[in-house]
């Protein structure tokens, strides 16, 4: 019966009000234990709830450098093709254009016969394959007219390779890169080569499992350059390192 009544007797109320502080004044409503936990679970929630954004310099690349390089330039006079073909050393006459080929440096040049020539030259910039095209223009003028001139030189292509200091999971890559249609498109894939449009700059790029990187068909070396960095920052994150 006394433990019955100790039981069901009611507990003595408190002499304090209530209150939601502790006796140093603080706070017990919003209580923690660990209130550094409550910042990082915040900062997670924020930075989850972030649109995903590329970030990178590209400062991994290496090796940025013209494999080849394709420019024309205008002579100003209608050639003799037949005749030039006899006067010039290393020409061959194809039809109804004429082959030129330079030692040193190496290059090939396509001649027509309203003047119009063609250069490819291989592992060059911009001023080596202009200097080639001054001495191809100055050597007809030598040998077969004098009235030859060099104007209108133009760059029609450039292919740019680089390379990365790490191999590729191309299967990974792919999927990543498929992860953000806006700015890349995987319109190729095989074995040891993916194929993606970096459509910021209108560029097609080769990426190989080996972690080199070719852009076929460019005008300037800047712009090719800066599509190629644009892709560093999703590929190191499918870097293999074995």
Same mark, same amino acid.
């Given at each position: 019966?006394?433990?019955?009544?100790? *039981?069901?007797?009611?507990?003595?109320?408190?002499?304090?009000?209530? =209150?939601? /502080?502790?006796?140093?004044?603080?706070?017990?409503? !919003?209580?923690?234990?660990?209130?550094?936990?409550?910042?990082?679970?915040?900062?997670?929630? %924020?930075?989850?709830?972030?649109?995903?954004?590329?970030?990178?310099?590209?400062?991994?690349?290496?090796?940025?450098?013209?494999?080849?390089?394709? /420019?024309?330039?205008? +002579?100003?006079?209608?050639?003799? +093709?037949?005749?030039?073909? !006899?006067?010039?050393?290393?020409?061959? +006459? %194809?039809?109804?254009?004429?082959?030129?080929?330079?030692?040193?440096?190496?290059?090939?040049? !396509?001649?027509?016969?309203?003047?119009? @020539?063609?250069?490819?030259?291989?592992?060059?910039?911009?001023?080596?394959?202009?200097?080639?095209?001054?001495? +191809?223009?100055? *050597?007809?003028?030598?040998?077969?007219?004098?009235?030859? =001139?060099?104007?209108?030189?133009?760059? &029609?292509?450039?292919? @740019?390779?680089?390379?990365?200091?790490?191999?590729?999971?191309?299967?990974?890559?792919?999927?990543?890169?498929?992860?953000?249609?806006?700015?890349?498109?995987?319109?190729?894939?095989?074995?040891?080569?993916? *194929?993606?449009?970096?459509?910021?700059?209108? *560029?097609?790029?080769?990426?190989?499992?080996?972690?080199?990187?070719?852009?076929?068909?460019?005008?300037?070396?800047?712009?090719? =350059?800066?599509?190629?960095?644009?892709? @560093?920052?999703?590929? &190191?994150? %499918?870097?293999?390192?074995?």
């Amino acid at each position: 019966q006394k433990l019955q009544s100790l *039981m069901t007797t009611p507990a003595p109320s408190s002499p304090w009000p209530p =209150t939601t /502080a502790d006796p140093l004044g603080r706070s017990l409503v !919003n209580w923690h234990p660990f209130p550094e936990a409550i910042e990082v679970e915040e900062h997670e929630e %924020c930075k989850a709830s972030e649109p995903q954004v590329f970030v990178g310099d590209g400062s991994a690349l290496q090796r940025v450098r013209v494999r080849k390089i394709s /420019a024309t330039f205008n +002579l100003g006079i209608p050639l003799d +093709l037949q005749q030039l073909a !006899n006067q010039a050393p290393n020409a061959e +006459l %194809c039809g109804k254009h004429l082959e030129l080929k330079g030692l040193r440096p190496r290059w090939a040049a !396509n001649l027509s016969q309203n003047g119009l @020539v063609k250069l490819k030259m291989r592992s060059a910039d911009t001023a080596e394959a202009r200097l080639a095209s001054k001495k +191809l223009a100055r *050597m007809v003028r030598r040998v077969h007219c004098a009235a030859a =001139t060099f104007k209108h030189w133009q760059v &029609q292509n450039l292919e @740019v390779i680089a390379n990365l200091p790490f191999r590729l999971d191309l299967i990974a890559a792919a999927d990543m890169l498929s992860e953000h249609p806006v700015h890349f498109f995987v319109f190729s894939q095989s074995r040891g080569s993916l *194929m993606v449009e970096v459509k910021d700059f209108d *560029m097609r790029v080769c990426v190989r499992s080996t972690g080199s990187m070719e852009v076929f068909k460019s005008k300037e070396l800047s712009v090719a =350059t800066d599509a190629l960095k644009a892709l @560093v920052p999703t590929l &190191q994150c %499918c870097a293999q390192w074995w």
